[in-house]
């Protein structure tokens, strides 16, 4: 909470209107000689203080962090899908409704934690010590995404240096696949050209008989991986100030990318045939628990609540930022875009299913089938393909390095809080450096030509069960043992200035926080799990073995077991019964909210006063 001075001086003219709240600057007056109650000076010797912790440059740099970091891949590749298969424009009742409900909710404790405590992940659960397994929870998760995430950045840059051939190699017009394109002609059950390109020339998977046969590293992707890690190593070389800076390019550009597909989508034969197969409506989907499902998990993994980006983003913002302003724009934005990517993507593949004379549904896809198969495939048909190919996958490349700077941040952030020597600009280089080589060389399994076996099972484990645990945790630990009163309170004091409105708003938030949001995150994990032993994990006409899939769950389970033993490791710090070592592990540590709380605002005063050393002298004991 920030501090205000106050000053109290005979002749001073008391001011005409009452002043806003100052930090007052003294001037001093000849050398002050330093008195026995005045904080000792440091031992000659003693390490010097680690750097201070950054702060954004501005509130526009933030706000396109987390935009950037929340407006994924998962927009353009997995929204458009559901919405069609899940009832159409129907699905944008639950999918709203699962907005207002979960991800505001969610979106705002995550935001409102990491500003108040000015901490990462793992330092910020200072506020209720039995639940810093969440933060250890949420670093094993992102650490998991980043490994395979920069993997689709890889395929992207594939793309984009094959777009520059005029034909595109997966077009029917490139010689090497004249022939198969004859045979295919009009069909939609043998392998198009695009998907030939992608599964033979690409993956190599044609050679790989599954998950226990990964066959040796594709060298051309295994170089666009490691351009990756560099590009995002130098992003983030400068910590939150250089990043910053790029989000100005890779937050806004996907946007304009967009909109030009859009305009050149509606332009094309066949789109409105497209866009109405994407917005179809179908009531009767609304009575389905899988759509409801479907509209949880979507606003869970687009908002990227519980991997810890958006907690360690807002640890860098200024103590009186205003939060709930912040989650409405970046939610609900984040919400639209996916809504208006529908068009870009549905509006080609009409085009598409035109040409092929095939109905739209044979050719909707979604995840890397659409990215990487169905999608180039249309955009092959079009004039000056090349063009539009370097577009929709430098748009991809945008997209897919804005969310991994947000993960990649979410680790060193809180390494460096709990490490603080290591924010010395030196040191910082070195592990962002460990941690991006780590990462490359784990994900080489994944670039091998049985490597999108290890992708699929890695994506659907790693973000599966165990983030929703990690974040109905997070919700239970901020309203029952931190304290619901307490917890929105953190949250007026640091927007000061509130309009009554946001009492109301925060009434609703406070309802969902304690009943709502814990109800529906509950649903949809039993949902989550009830699907995971009912459908058995595929990729294409691959079905994954048991031990693959008692694998991926192994994955899951590492991030949840972290929550125990986080919570055991608190235990053994408290003394007493078990009783009061549970009691005192729920509460706040004294260091809680210093670190934001205790920086005060230097303001400019129209006055100043001089002391001199006889004002800093112990006065005389008086005599009764």
Same mark, same amino acid.
């Given at each position: 909470? +920030?501090?205000t001075?106050?000053?109290?001086?005979?002749?001073?003219?008391?001011?005409s209107?009452? /002043?806003?709240p100052?930090v007052?600057i003294?001037?001093?007056q000849?050398p002050?000689t +330093?008195?026995?109650?005045?904080? +000792?000076?440091?031992? @000659?010797?003693?390490p010097?203080?680690?750097p201070? =912790?950054?702060t954004?440059?501005?509130?526009?740099?933030?706000?396109?962090?987390?935009l950037?970091?929340?407006?994924?891949l998962?927009?353009?590749? =997995?929204f458009?899908?559901?919405?069609? =298969? *899940?009832?159409g424009?129907?699905?944008?009742?639950?999918?709203?409704?699962?907005l $207002?409900?979960?991800?505001?909710?969610?979106? $705002?404790?995550e935001?409102?934690?990491?500003?108040?405590?000015a901490?990462?992940p793992?330092?910020?659960?200072?506020c209720?010590?039995?639940?810093?397994?969440v933060?250890?929870a949420?670093?094993?998760?992102?650490?998991?995404v980043?490994i395979?995430?920069?993997?689709?950045i890889?395929w992207?840059?594939?793309y984009?240096?094959?777009?520059?051939?005029?034909?595109?190699?997966?077009?029917? &017009?490139?010689?090497r696949?004249?022939?198969?394109c004859? *045979?295919?002609?009009?069909?939609?059950?043998?392998?198009s050209?695009?998907?030939?390109f992608?599964?033979?020339?690409v993956?190599?998977?044609?050679?790989s008989?599954g998950?226990?046969?990964?066959?040796?590293v594709?060298?051309?992707l295994?170089l666009?991986?490691?351009?990756?890690w560099?590009?995002v190593f130098?992003?983030?070389?400068?910590?939150?100030?250089?990043?910053?800076k790029v989000?100005?390019?890779?937050?806004?550009f996907?946007?304009?990318?967009?909109l030009?597909?859009?305009i050149r989508?509606a332009?094309?034969?066949?789109?409105?045939?497209g866009?109405?197969f994407?917005?179809?409506?179908?009531w009767s989907?609304?009575?389905?628990?899988?759509?409801?499902?479907d #509209?949880?998990?979507?606003?869970?993994?687009?908002l990227?609540?519980?991997?810890?980006?958006?907690?360690?983003?807002a640890?860098? *913002?200024k103590?009186?930022n *205003?939060?709930?302003r &912040?989650?409405?724009?970046i939610a609900?934005?984040?919400?639209?875009?996916?809504?208006? #990517?529908?068009?870009?993507?549905?509006?080609? $593949?009409?085009?598409m299913a $035109?040409?092929?004379?095939i109905?739209v549904?044979?050719?909707?896809?979604s995840?890397?089938?659409?990215?990487?198969? #169905?999608?180039?495939?249309?955009?092959?048909l079009?004039?000056?393909?090349? %063009?539009?190919?370097?577009? !929709?996958f430098?748009?991809l490349? /945008?997209?897919?390095?804005?969310?991994? %700077?947000?993960n990649v941040?979410a680790?060193?952030? #809180?390494i /460096?809080?709990?490490?603080p020597?290591?924010?010395?600009?030196?040191r910082k280089?070195i592990?962002?450096g @460990?941690?991006?080589?780590?990462?490359?060389?784990?994900?080489?399994?994944?670039?091998?030509?049985?490597?999108?076996?290890?992708?699929?099972?890695?994506d659907?484990?790693?973000?599966? !069960?165990g983030l929703?645990?990690?974040?109905?945790?997070m919700?239970?630990?901020?309203a029952?043992c931190?304290?619901?009163?307490?917890?929105? =309170?953190?949250?007026v004091?640091m927007i000061c200035?509130?309009? +009554?409105?946001?009492?109301?708003?925060?009434g609703?938030f406070?309802v969902?926080?304690?009943?709502l949001?814990?109800?529906?995150l509950?649903?949809?994990?039993?949902?989550?799990f009830?699907? /995971?032993?009912?459908?058995p994990?595929?990729?294409g006409?691959?079905? %994954?073995p048991?031990?693959g899939?008692?694998l991926?769950?192994?994955?899951?389970?590492?991030?949840?077991?972290?929550i125990?033993?986080?919570?055991?490791?608190?235990?053994?710090?408290q003394?007493g019964?078990?009783?009061?070592?549970l009691?005192k592990?729920?509460?706040?540590?004294?260091?809680w909210?210093?670190?934001?709380a205790?920086?005060?605002?230097?303001?400019?005063?129209?006055?100043?006063?001089?002391?001199?050393?006889s004002?800093?002298?112990?006065?005389p004991h008086?005599?009764?």
């Amino acid at each position: 909470m +920030p501090h205000t001075g106050h000053l109290h001086a005979t002749g001073l003219p008391a001011p005409s209107s009452p /002043m806003e709240p100052t930090v007052n600057i003294f001037h001093t007056q000849g050398p002050i000689t +330093p008195q026995p109650w005045a904080e +000792p000076p440091a031992p @000659v010797g003693s390490p010097a203080p680690s750097p201070p =912790r950054d702060t954004w440059a501005g509130q526009h740099t933030f706000l396109l962090s987390c935009l950037g970091y929340c407006v994924g891949l998962g927009n353009v590749w =997995r929204f458009p899908y559901l919405c069609y =298969r *899940n009832g159409g424009g129907v699905f944008l009742i639950p999918y709203f409704l699962m907005l $207002l409900l979960v991800g505001l909710p969610l979106f $705002l404790m995550e935001l409102s934690l990491g500003q108040y405590g000015a901490a990462g992940p793992i330092t910020v659960w200072k506020c209720c010590p039995i639940m810093q397994g969440v933060g250890v929870a949420m670093l094993v998760v992102s650490s998991l995404v980043s490994i395979y995430y920069n993997v689709i950045i890889a395929w992207a840059f594939y793309y984009l240096g094959s777009s520059f051939h005029s034909p595109l190699p997966w077009s029917c &017009d490139a010689p090497r696949n004249a022939e198969l394109c004859q *045979n295919t002609s009009g069909s939609a059950t043998h392998a198009s050209a695009s998907e030939a390109f992608w599964n033979e020339q690409v993956l190599g998977v044609t050679h790989s008989s599954g998950l226990g046969d990964p066959g040796p590293v594709q060298w051309v992707l295994a170089l666009c991986l490691l351009a990756a890690w560099i590009v995002v190593f130098l992003c983030m070389l400068g910590g939150i100030h250089s990043a910053g800076k790029v989000v100005y390019i890779t937050a806004t550009f996907p946007y304009l990318i967009l909109l030009v597909l859009i305009i050149r989508g509606a332009t094309l034969p066949g789109s409105l045939d497209g866009v109405r197969f994407y917005l179809s409506s179908d009531w009767s989907k609304l009575l389905s628990a899988q759509v409801w499902s479907d #509209a949880a998990s979507q606003i869970f993994y687009s908002l990227g609540i519980g991997f810890g980006g958006l907690l360690s983003m807002a640890s860098y *913002n200024k103590f009186d930022n *205003n939060v709930v302003r &912040d989650t409405l724009v970046i939610a609900i934005g984040n919400c639209c875009t996916s809504f208006f #990517a529908g068009f870009a993507i549905f509006s080609v $593949l009409g085009h598409m299913a $035109l040409k092929k004379d095939i109905p739209v549904g044979s050719v909707a896809d979604s995840g890397p089938g659409l990215a990487f198969v #169905a999608y180039p495939e249309a955009l092959s048909l079009l004039p000056g393909s090349p %063009f539009w190919s370097v577009l !929709f996958f430098l748009m991809l490349f /945008m997209l897919g390095v804005d969310t991994l %700077f947000g993960n990649v941040e979410a680790i060193t952030t #809180a390494i /460096m809080d709990e490490f603080p020597a290591l924010r010395e600009r030196g040191r910082k280089m070195i592990l962002l450096g @460990v941690l991006c080589s780590s990462f490359y060389l784990l994900g080489l399994l994944l670039v091998t030509q049985g490597g999108i076996f290890w992708f699929t099972l890695i994506d659907t484990y790693s973000t599966g !069960f165990g983030l929703i645990i990690i974040t109905l945790l997070m919700c239970v630990g901020i309203a029952c043992c931190y304290g619901i009163e307490r917890f929105c =309170r953190d949250i007026v004091t640091m927007i000061c200035r509130c309009p +009554p409105w946001y009492s109301r708003l925060l009434g609703c938030f406070k309802v969902c926080w304690v009943f709502l949001t814990p109800c529906l995150l509950l649903f949809t994990l039993i949902y989550t799990f009830l699907e /995971m032993y009912s459908v058995p994990l595929r990729y294409g006409t691959y079905e %994954f073995p048991a031990w693959g899939t008692s694998l991926g769950v192994c994955m899951g389970v590492l991030s949840c077991v972290q929550i125990p033993i986080g919570a055991i490791v608190a235990l053994c710090h408290q003394t007493g019964t078990l009783s009061d070592r549970l009691q005192k592990a729920m509460q706040p540590l004294r260091s809680w909210g210093t670190t934001a709380a205790g920086t005060e605002e230097i303001i400019e005063v129209p006055f100043s006063i001089t002391l001199s050393d006889s004002d800093f002298s112990a006065p005389p004991h008086s005599e009764s």
